[in-house]
């Protein structure tokens, strides 16, 4: 009954070992979006895919890397977490690129570095 | 650019009573989706409603309805017979890449 599947839902990395965070998804959406989310904010986009085509933020950092290897999953990698990542991070999928379509999330990761 | 604002950041309601959460936007889009999601503790985004800019009626969803005024560029999420499940952050969220803005949180009272 799952739509949008986030794996781990907790992760726990150490400072500046890498990790990778997984997204996968029954919609068949051809869109899919990263979110970190600090705490008391609002989301902040990283990047998105519309199919194959990855869509980087101006402001994401480098540290942040993703794949999409097929339609239906999408990882998020940290190459070098830093506190300063400690976040949850959403993923998010939607069927339509004209704006117009709601986004369907996931539950989302909770990250913790130590 | 797109930029959406909300102005309230904590709101209180009596159990049973009805809450209206602001939400102004601006974008140069034409055609453009505003979404309310709720976010409960556990942290997910729940859907709640969308209003499409060429929709003529305001959205409705059960207990949600959105006071869609676009001279004003205002989606206004409105919750009737508020219920203690209610109380959440709320973002209001819009365009494709949907900007988010920054959220109230609802404390709803017994």
């Given at each position: 009954d799952?739509?949008?599947?986030q794996?781990?839902?907790y992760?726990?990395t ?10 996968s998804q ?16 609002a ?9 194959k085509d990855?869509?980087n933020e ?21 190459r070098?977490?830093?506190l ?22 996931g539950?989302g ?6 | 650019?797109?930029k959406?604002?909300?102005?309230q950041p ?9 809450v209206t959460?602001?939400?102004?936007y ?5 055609s453009?989706?505003?979404?309310w ?10 859907f709640?409603?969308?209003?499409g ?9 059960g ?12 989606a206004?999420?409105?919750i009737s017979?508020s219920?203690?499940g209610?109380?959440a952050?709320y ?7 949907t ?12």
């Amino acid at each position: 009954d799952a739509m949008v599947i986030q794996n781990p839902r907790y992760q726990v990395t150490q400072f500046g070992k890498p990790v990778t965070l997984s997204c996968s998804q029954t919609l068949n959406h051809n869109v899919m979006y990263w979110y970190q989310q600090k705490s008391s904010q609002a989301p902040k986009l990283l990047f998105h895919y519309y199919d194959k085509d990855f869509n980087n933020e101006a402001d994401t950092p480098d540290n942040f890397q993703s794949r999409r290897p097929n339609t239906s999953f999408c990882f998020l990698d940290i190459r070098s977490p830093g506190l300063g990542d400690a976040a949850m991070y959403l993923c998010a999928t939607s069927g339509d690129r004209g704006g117009v379509g709601e986004q369907f999330f996931g539950p989302g990761t909770r990250l913790t570095v130590l | 650019a797109q930029k959406i604002t909300q102005t309230q950041p904590g709101m209180f309601v009596q159990e049973k009573e009805a809450v209206t959460l602001d939400c102004t936007y601006d974008t140069s889009d034409q055609s453009y989706g505003l979404f309310w999601y709720k976010q409960p503790s556990s942290g997910e985004m729940i859907f709640l409603i969308y209003q499409g800019s060429y929709d003529e009626q305001n959205a409705t969803e059960g207990r949600y309805s959105l006071n869609f005024q676009k001279a004003r560029k205002s989606a206004n999420l409105v919750i009737s017979a508020s219920q203690l499940g209610d109380s959440a952050m709320y973002f209001c969220g819009g365009g494709f890449k949907t900007i988010f803005g920054a959220g109230t949180r609802l404390f709803v009272k017994a």
